[in-house]
């Protein structure tokens, strides 16, 4: 008997309006895992090269792992993946929630879309029963109303929706798809994806997850962490995440103004600590996890604020109130509240505003162009005005919606220097000047700029319990903030394959369990007798398989590269001679290559590389 996973994948083809099941082996699994591991391997065999990411070609992947579903405290996550409309290179994201768990209990590990619709439709997977339904009706509603009206429909108020709103049936390129109504796998553009196929939703629910080899072992775990939950979490439950808004704002890492300054007069007014004494009426959770971290707030009076939309998480505020210049709590309240409704990525989204707020105070683009709205640093309500009119590609929203990249192309004048992106994706809310490993990570990121797959600077400079965490792969010594020399570059690439790994199996990287105890979990769930080498080797072989499918799809080399006001200073604060040295930023990237067992020159894996990781058959997507 096999356990963990169902050992079956649906496959879903919405131009013949056919369902399939498709048996998975065990190797299989043992192999990928699952999440990023089998996301990549499918769309590397059948996703033709150079296939257009909004066509029929592509395909949408919704992926579990070993740890979806299975009770622990992080176990409510589930991958989605597509070549990104955004990059026309990989994409993925991870979304927490109920969804992924409930997945796992229909009794399929993954579901494989390809094909479009001739009309809108949502797949109803009750279990053994799989149809395709009618969303006409649907076509146009935000998330809030089409969740509310498929649970009538199903009649089940159980039932879990992974779904898009306005912003993904315009092919917005910053369209996110949410799970319910407030997690969402925010980047890459893959709402504009599931909008392509002019499916609506995909809702599920089912009776029974996979059994497990040594369920009292994952129990124990269940009632350790519970039982002291508080403490391991650090201050989650209380602010969540936004507790990262004043630390980084002491020390010049909030993202002001896009970019251009990190420390922000306006901090304390979008605070977490704010929002718990102020708009916090609740604490959401995921799946049989007990920390409570997701914000919940409700305002009455400018803005109405719906609490059943969750509430903004750190990149959020900052993302829509400092890189936008905005110190309103409620207005970015009520922007992450249309996003969640229209399903737009919220570090993409407000990135993206801030682009064009420094464009407009540049003058490339004028009032003509934003029909009379003063898009300027700081205007609350000119940000809140343009989160909809992206998703609705409405005036200047029609060229925002395409992402920074081809807005900045489209506005030309120079744009370009202030789109603060790389491969085309926007960078997230952690400054590089600050935590320069994490701007390398931007850089060689397969996904574009990208946060959770990388290593935070700050938290490896000095001795405590991250360093000890990492003294199982080696690393013995703590290493200096700024420094970017090989010591750097070795925990980056062993931290690099362990969240690779992270993301195969779908564990939440908020946990606080440390290697070995995942280890034991891993074996616990799959009986597999399992080594941290194993896991770390599918961490690097889901990484690796990433790079082959961006060179694959004609990325290089010059693709892996930081915007260029990394290197200059901030105006003033603490990282005003913060400045990124660009020759250090290379020689760091070649030196990652290197270790890597890619090509110096261009990122290439080489053929001894891919055979190592048991994946010779990559090598023919090179060629």
């Known amino acids: 008997m096999s356990f963990g996973y169902n050992g079956r994948i649906l496959r879903v083809d919405l131009s013949r309006g056919e369902v399939t099941v498709e048996d998975v082996r065990e190797a299989f699994f043992r192999t990928y895992f699952g999440g990023r591991g089998f ?30 579903g299975s009770g622990l ?57 799989v149809q395709m339904r009618d969303a006409r009706h649907l076509w146009g509603m935000t998330t809030g109303e ?68 040594d369920a009292k072992k ?33 020390n010049g890492g909030l993202p002001t103004r896009n970019f251009r300054e990190g420390t922000f007069t ?37 803005y109405d604020v719906d609490p059943s939309y969750g509430g903004p998480e750190y990149e959020t505020l900052a993302a829509l109130g400092s890189n936008c210049g905005v110190d309103d709590l409620e207005a970015v309240a009520k922007a992450n509240e249309l996003c969640n409704a229209y399903g737009l990525d919220t570090i993409g989204t407000g990135a993206t505003i801030a682009f064009a707020m420094e464009c407009f105070e540049n003058g490339l683009i004028t009032e003509k162009e934003t029909g009379g709205l003063r898009l300027t640093f700081g205007n609350a309500k000119a940000m809140v005005t343009m989160v909809e009119a992206i998703a609705r590609r409405q005036g200047i929203g029609e060229i925002l919606a395409e992402g920074t990249l081809r807005a ?25 000047r600050l935590k320069p490993g994490m701007g390398i990570g931007y850089a060689i990121s397969p996904t574009g700029a990208e946060h959770m797959m990388s290593i935070h600077d700050d938290i490896y400079k000095k001795a405590g319990a991250d360093l000890d965490k990492v003294r199982t792969l080696g690393v013995l010594a703590p290493i200096p903030q700024k420094h970017l020399g090989p010591e750097k570059l070795r925990l980056m690439v062993y931290l690099s394959h362990w969240q690779s790994f992270l993301n195969c199996i779908d564990m939440c990287f908020f946990m606080p369990y440390g ?53 200059t200073g901030q105006p003033s604060g603490p990282l005003a001679d913060g400045a990124l040295k660009e020759e250090a930023v290379k020689s760091a990237i070649q030196t990652y290559f290197d270790m890597m067992g890619w090509d110096t020159a261009t990122g290439a894996p080489g053929r001894g590389k891919l055979e190592e990781l048991g994946i010779g058959w990559a090598a023919e997507c090179l060629r």
Request: net charge neutral; with cysteine.
């Open 266 to 302: 306006g901090a304390e007014n979008i605070s977490g600590e704010r929002m718990r004494d102020t708009i916090l009426v609740g604490r959401g959770s995921c799946f049989a996890c007990p920390v409570c971290c997701k914000r919940e707030v409700k305002v009455n009076g400018r």
């Open 408 to 432: 900045a192309r489209e506005i030309g004048k120079g744009a370009e220097r202030f789109a603060m992106q790389i491969k085309g994706q926007e960078l997230p809310m952690h400054e590089p």
């Open 218 to 250: 994952v129990q124990s775990f269940v009632k350790w962490f519970g039982a002291a939950y508080i403490e391991l979490s650090g201050g989650l439950h209380d602010v969540g995440t936004s507790d990262g808004v004043l630390y980084f704002a002491r």
């Open 515 to 567: 290697f070995d105890q995942v280890l034991e979990m891993v074996r616990a769930i799959t009986g597999w007798n399992c080594s941290l080498w194993e896991l770390l080797k599918v961490g690097e072989r889901a990484t690796t398989l990433t790079r082959v499918f961006n060179l694959r799809e004609g990325l290089t080399a010059d693709d892996d590269r930081l915007p260029e006001r990394m290197f």
């Open 39 to 68: 996301i990549v391997h499918r769309l590397l065999n059948d996703v033709p090269r150079g296939a257009d990411a909004l066509s029929e070609e592509n395909r949408l992947v919704f992926a579990t792992g070993v740890f979806t």
């Open 146 to 213: 089409s969740c509310a009206a498929i649970t009538r429909e199903i009649g089940d108020a159980r039932v879990r929706l992974a779904q898009i709103g306005p912003a993904g049936e315009n092919l917005a390129r910053l369209a996110s798809i949410i799970n319910d109504l407030k997690h969402a796998a925010g980047r890459t553009g893959l709402g504009a994806v599931m909008g392509s196929k002019n499916l609506k939703a995909i809702a599920v629910r089912g009776p029974k997850g996979p059994p497990m080899a």
């Open 73 to 129: 405290a992080g176990s409510g996550r589930n991958s989605v993946g597509a070549k990104s409309p955004l990059t026309n290179a990989y994409g993925e994201a991870e979304a927490g929630g109920f969804w992924g768990a409930e997945l796992k209990r229909t009794g399929y590990d993954a579901i494989v879309v390809e094909g479009k619709a001739a009309h809108p439709v949502y797949l109803s997977i009750l279990g053994d029963e």
